[in-house]
């Protein structure tokens, strides 16, 4: 059994990671780190976990967090990078959710961050935690930068597409929605259930901080820069994210992409390519680390749309950390992570 670590465990992702390890096999959770709510029982702020979480928070301390295992940073941008390296060095294997370490070029990430990078020369040891793409570099990794919420749903979408060079990547287009908890558990006037409810609107559409990422996914993939149109959208719901996404054929219009997407995902446990003509659902997907895909050419045409649909606080954040953790001390890669999608 491993020990672990949680550095912000009072967000939506971090109070999420706290109900996925409740009930893994061979994980402790020893620290749970929160600056507001230090020395107060974890179970006393969610009482969800009553029974499962016998711990306080803490205030952040290298010292402590030093005698896990691995830690998990649930944390605002730019925390994680403050503490990662003094944990790689006493031998702490480090998963940050994010997004600290996600991007390769340091100039980049400071113009999308809007602040200086405090460790720059771990980036390039940092494994970009996409199970689907990443898996056996995820097996050596200290350091893991878990992918985002977006760029999970719209790269699991395009993947088979660009890997077999079906369709243009120079246009391809991402239109994705997004329930308000991506927009975190602290106070916003824009995420105010008055302000969502009844309401539906695109936001960030000149650039997200997502577009990088998704961008140097995609161009890994394709082995060549990409081309991309990222438009987020913040829908009255809670949980989940849906991803419809658009490509142009480069070749064959008649190739069998039901096929192709079956034999891409048919060893991926979660990931589920549904049948032809059925269309996902987010709510198939609530609370599970599953997405769920579809695959078509409406009309015959020469556009490929592929539906993706994750749940944004597993698949897009915490239950992904738990299937990368799983990777790197060898568990069963499903290990805490079998659960059914809640339905209603």
């Not at 059994?1 to 009072?10: E, F, L, P």
């Not at 294997?93 to 994010?98: A, E």
């Not at 927009?183 to 559409?205: I, N, P, Q």
């Not at 239950?319 to 059914?340: C, I, K, S, Y």
């Amino acid at each position: 059994m491993i020990q672990a670590g949680i550095v912000g465990g009072t967000g939506y992702t971090g109070v999420e990671l706290l109900r996925i390890l409740a009930l893994h096999d061979e994980v402790e959770v020893k620290v749970v780190t929160s600056r507001s709510d230090a020395g107060l029982r974890v179970d006393a702020s969610y009482p969800n976990l009553r029974g499962y979480i016998d711990v306080c928070f803490s205030q952040p301390d290298v010292k402590a967090l030093s005698q896990c295992d691995v830690v998990f940073f649930a944390t605002p941008n730019g925390t994680a990078m403050l503490m990662a390296e003094q944990l790689l060095v006493a031998g702490v294997k480090v998963i940050d959710l994010s997004a600290d370490f996600r991007l390769t070029d340091v100039q980049e990430w400071s113009k999308w961050y809007g602040m200086e990078h405090a460790c720059p020369d771990l980036i390039a040891e940092a494994v970009y935690g996409l199970p689907e793409l990443n898996r056996e570099q995820i097996r050596e990794a200290n350091l893991i930068a878990c992918a985002g919420c977006y760029p999970t749903a719209t790269q699991l979408g395009f993947l088979p597409l660009i890997e077999q060079g079906l369709v243009n990547s120079d246009s391809l287009i991402a239109d994705v929605k997004s329930g308000v908890s991506g927009a975190g558990r602290g106070a916003k006037v824009s995420a105010l259930m008055s302000e969502t409810g009844e309401s539906f609107k695109a936001y960030a559409a000149q650039g997200h901080r997502h577009l990088p990422e998704i961008r140097q996914g995609l161009s890994k993939i394709a082995q060549q820069q990409v081309g991309l149109t990222f438009v987020p959208h913040l829908v009255p719901m809670i949980r989940g994210i849906h991803a419809t996404l658009y490509a142009q054929f480069s070749g064959d219009a008649s190739m069998n992409l039901q096929a192709l997407y079956e034999e891409r995902y048919k060893n991926e446990a979660f990931v589920s390519v549904l049948p032809e003509g059925v269309h996902p659902d987010t709510r198939n997907v609530k609370g599970s680390n599953h997405c769920q895909i579809s695959v078509l050419v409406p009309q015959g045409g020469n556009t490929v749309v592929v539906l993706s649909v994750i749940d944004n606080l597993v698949k897009g954040a915490a239950g992904q950390a738990v299937q990368n953790m799983n990777l790197m001390f060898g568990f069963n890669e499903q290990l805490g992570l079998r659960t059914v999608a809640l339905y209603p």
